[in-house]
């Protein structure tokens, strides 16, 4: 993508308003409820931080896809569940305090985390980048970017609540429609390869996104968490935030690279169709499901 200054101000500054308005949805209860449930959110970071990561580079390599495709995959692999995850959950019986907790802690490790996937994954596959990848000053770009704007959002929050529940949804509209702007931009300038991506990576997002969610609630049942539990797991280890991994991977201060962006771009449309038909097998597997002490509640 050429360098614009537009480019250079506006994802850095949705970015950082898209973690504003996450902020002034999260309070430090959010944090603390992880004791009550210990084992589920253990289980749900497993899956987040290293199981995930680990499956999408098999993926990766068994598809070969071409050097930026792999990172930007890389990329989506490593970013956080995305609060869409609470609304699923939600509706399909999930333990949405789970989700809001794993969602909170998600989001600042994703700031140590995410850069970290990334700076290996160009280095594997890009053969360093030639400079193209997180370095460590931009490592504290995102830091800033990130953890900065959460934290300025939960104090806005904790200090005048009124106000944080009336900005929280005009926050998250302006950031979208910033973030589409680019979006847009950078599809446009991509429209002669678009159809090649989308056979590039169709499949092995849809494949991603199907695995993410069956992983999400198979390995926490398997970790006998309770059925609510586990679907709240599903859908926020299947439902990652591609409006985090679109962001940086368009920000010219960041990766810099409109191709790195088309996996998300791709995922965050067939998320929605496997999300909903993952909780929709949940749903009608429910009663069916023999009774496991939840993992919160468990004694010792």
Request: some cysteine; overall charge neutral.
């Amino acid at each position: 993508m050429e360098d614009s200054s537009i480019f250079s101000v506006l994802l850095p500054a949705a970015l950082g308003i898209i973690m504003f308005g996450l902020g002034l949805g999260l309070t430090v209860a959010d944090f603390r409820r992880v004791a009550r449930f210990p084992r589920a959110v253990l289980v749900a970071l497993f899956c987040q931080l290293l199981l995930l990561p680990a499956i999408c580079f098999a993926l990766v390599v068994g598809f070969d896809l071409p050097p930026a495709l792999a990172v930007g995959m890389m990329l989506l692999a490593a970013s956080p569940g995305g609060t869409t995850a609470n609304l699923y959950s939600h509706l399909f019986g999930g333990d949405v305090a789970l989700n809001i907790s794993l969602t909170a802690i998600n989001s600042v490790l994703a700031v140590f985390t995410l850069p970290v996937v990334v700076n290996l994954s160009v280095a594997h596959f890009l053969d360093g980048g030639d400079g193209v990848g997180l370095r460590f000053d931009k490592t504290l770009q995102v830091f800033a970017i990130v953890l900065i704007p959460v934290v300025l959002g939960m104090f806005v929050r904790a200090r005048a609540l009124a106000f944080a529940e009336r900005a929280e949804r005009p926050v998250k509209i302006a950031s979208v429609l910033i973030l589409l702007g680019a979006i847009v931009g950078a599809l446009l300038q991509e429209r002669e390869r678009i159809g090649e991506y989308v056979a590039d990576v169709g499949l092995i997002t849809l494949l991603f996104s199907v695995i993410s969610l069956g992983i999400g609630y198979g390995v926490a049942r398997l970790a006998r968490v309770g059925h609510g539990q586990s679907v709240a797991s599903c859908m926020e280890i299947g439902i990652h935030n591609t409006t985090l991994a679109m962001t940086i991977a368009l920000s010219p201060s960041l990766l810099d690279n409109s191709e790195m962006a088309i996996p998300a771009a791709v995922y965050s449309v067939l998320m929605f169709f496997t999300a909903a038909g993952a909780g929709f097998a949940l749903r009608a597997l429910a009663p069916r499901t023999a009774p496991v002490e939840d993992a919160g509640t468990r004694a010792g």
